[in-house]
């Protein structure tokens, strides 16, 4: 694996195409080491997504911008659970009460970087909605809407561009916080040191980090399918995945070469 130049406490490690697949598998071993806190987590997103669908049902673009802020927070919302990763490799016993310790204020770095995912998701689901609605042949105002409208008989290719659109903007947020939270939990970095270790650690691992990318989004869009059920085991997987990603993406400088 190749290093970026180091900083005073860490550098960014390359790593292989197929290294999230071990991610994932280190990550399921952190939810059978300890699955209470993760499914505690689970069960609280699963209810909150069908509690949306209940509320919303009938407002597409509420629900859209709901569910695309809930996949932008989510890593924020983790963060417990990447405290209980971070115990495990420890070699300790974390509990619940590990998770719920992380949200203490201490300070508000993390706050302050939830704030700036959800002014990011905000602005998504506001493009999308000007996009749908000032081109779209017909009005959009429910799920069966958009796909009727949209995605089957639309001509213009109108979902084509409303999916690149999508991805231009995910793009550069997934990049600039694939690793940030868990970094920021993990050290006394600034939310700016962390941004960049992130945005450092897409540019050294495209393929890896686009592989991490997909496997987050479909396995996400999977729990949601399934009544919102699959979020309980989910939700704490794709957390505990992201600490091991962390780990593997970011390094002690001090520790670097034994790489």
Known sequence: MTSAPSSRHFVVRAVPLLQPLRWLALGWGDLLRCPVPGLVHGLVSALFGAALVLLARDRFWFLAGAFSGFLLVAPLVATGLYAVSRELERGGR???????????????????????????????VLTSAALITRFARAPVLSPSDFLQVVVVSDPSRLFE??????????????????????????????????VGASVNASLLSPAALALWATLILVISMLGMATVMLGLVVAVPWLAHSSWHAYRDLIQPAETAGDS
């Open 161 to 194: 561009i409303w999916l690149l659109l999508g991805s231009v903007l995910a793009a550069p947020m997934f990049a600039s916080s694939v690793v940030a939270i868990p970094m920021l939990l993990d050290r006394p970095v600034t939310v700016l040191s962390a």
């Open 94 to 124: 974390p509990t619940l009460a590990t998770a719920l310790a992380a949200w203490r204020p201490r300070d508000s770095r993390l706050v302050r970087f939830g704030l700036l995912l959800a002014v990011a998701g905000t602005g998504w």
